[in-house]
DNA sequence: GAGAAGATCTCCT
DNA sequence: GGAGATCTTCTCA
């Protein structure tokens, strides 16, 4: 299996967050295997972004996007929810891509058994939602996204054609003026078109 | 050790 | 369209 390479994720956040697009999720567990292509996403960054969790400094919580790329970042957030991040950059240089949302490909029977709501569009289309669908806890923390486990990450099994928005981004107060969102036009699944 | 705020979702009107 | 749910984490004393 093909897996994103280590310096995929080494670069500029908005350049990653950018080119995560299209790219899938790939969630392992007991009971059989989920594939989701990302279709949106947000970029955060540290010093230069009052919404990023890194915007105050590294806390036992956020060290993880001061770290390298490549890894997952699980927060909870309102009591009730998780979100899925991806962390990028180098070392010592914090930032983070957000999953906003996907469209299942595969196992969409064991995402749906997660979740009880009856429309498939409503099953992904949100980072809480995605998390509950795939089963991603605190527990996926910490993950390292290039290599086979629980949970990582491959380039889509075909080129596809589509065009990518760019717009502001959504649920935040602070910083939420910069133009750092990011999802693929048209499709269904995708939170706010 | 307590208080407040938060990158959200669902249900109810 | 709006408020409640409900818990982790940070900040301040």
Redesign the pocket.
């Known amino acids: 299996m093909n897996l994103l390479s280590r310096d995929f994720y080494a670069r500029d956040t908005l350049v990653v967050a950018g080119e995560l697009l299209g790219k899938c999720v790939v969630r392992r567990t007991s009971k059989g295997s989920v594939v989701a292509k990302i279709v949106e996403v947000?970029a955060?960054k540290g010093k230069e972004d009052p919404?990023?969790?890194a915007y105050?400094g590294m806390?036992?919580?956020?060290h993880l996007?001061f770290g390298e790329g490549g890894f997952a970042y699980v927060?909870?957030?309102?009591?009730?929810?998780y979100?899925l991040?991806i962390t990028t950059e180098r070392v010592g240089v914090p930032g983070?891509v957000?999953v906003r949302a996907v469209e299942i490909q595969h196992g969409t029977e064991l995402a749906r058994q997660n979740?009880k709501?009856k429309s498939l569009t409503?099953l992904t289309n949100?980072?809480?939602?995605l998390t509950q669908a795939l089963k991603i806890t605190?527990r996926q923390n910490g993950l390292d996204l290039t290599k086979l486990g629980d949970l990582f990450i491959i380039p889509q099994d075909h080129d596809e054609d589509f065009e990518t928005v760019t717009t502001d981004r959504?649920?935040?107060?602070?910083g939420a003026k910069k133009p750092w969102r990011f999802y693929i036009k048209g499709n269904k699944f995708v939170?706010k078109p």
């Open positions: 947000e955060y919404a990023s969790h105050r806390t036992p919580r956020n996007m927060y909870f957030i309102y009591g009730n929810h979100c991040n983070a957000l979740r709501v409503k949100g980072p809480g939602k605190k959504v649920g935040i107060k602070a939170s």
